[in-house]
């Protein structure tokens, strides 16, 4: 019996398509992926999580439905932004690219502008980010980054 069960077993999740988030790694240095993540980014923050909004209240929800993270903002390390707070959207879980931040945590967030979720959110554009992007608790992030953002930084502005 155990072994008709594991052989069905296998053969149900053998031929399921599954899909997952992969992001790749490369093996440049941390100045190269920085230098990277703040070119693909039109918003880099410190901020900290003040409220988490569930975009899909409908019965029928999918991993990859926006989540809004409300983030009061400590400090603007590039882009243009004139609120205390700013909307930055993920996708709902990690297996669809989503980057979980946590209630009252401080995060460095890289995020880009984007019409992804615009149909759900009813907005002309969102920053989004992704489980991809360089996005860390600030606690976590090494002063090497921070230094190569504010390197990146002043070269962007000259």
Known sequence: MKKTLLLISFFIFSITETFACSCIGTNESLSKKVKKA????????????????????AK???????????FEITKVIKGIIKKK????????????CGYNFELGKSYLVYARKSTHFSKMTNNEFDFVTSLCDRNKKADKVDKIEYQELKSLNVKNEK
Not at 38 to 48: A, E, M, P, V
Not at 60 to 70: L, R
């Open 38 to 57: 703040f070119n693909q980014s039109d918003l880099i923050i410190n901020g900290k999580v003040v409220e988490i909004l569930v975009v899909n209240k």
């Open 60 to 70: 029928m929800k999918s991993s990859a439905d926006p989540i809004i993270y409300k």
């Open 85 to 96: 707070i700013v909307d930055i959207a993920s996708e709902t879980m990690e297996m669809s």
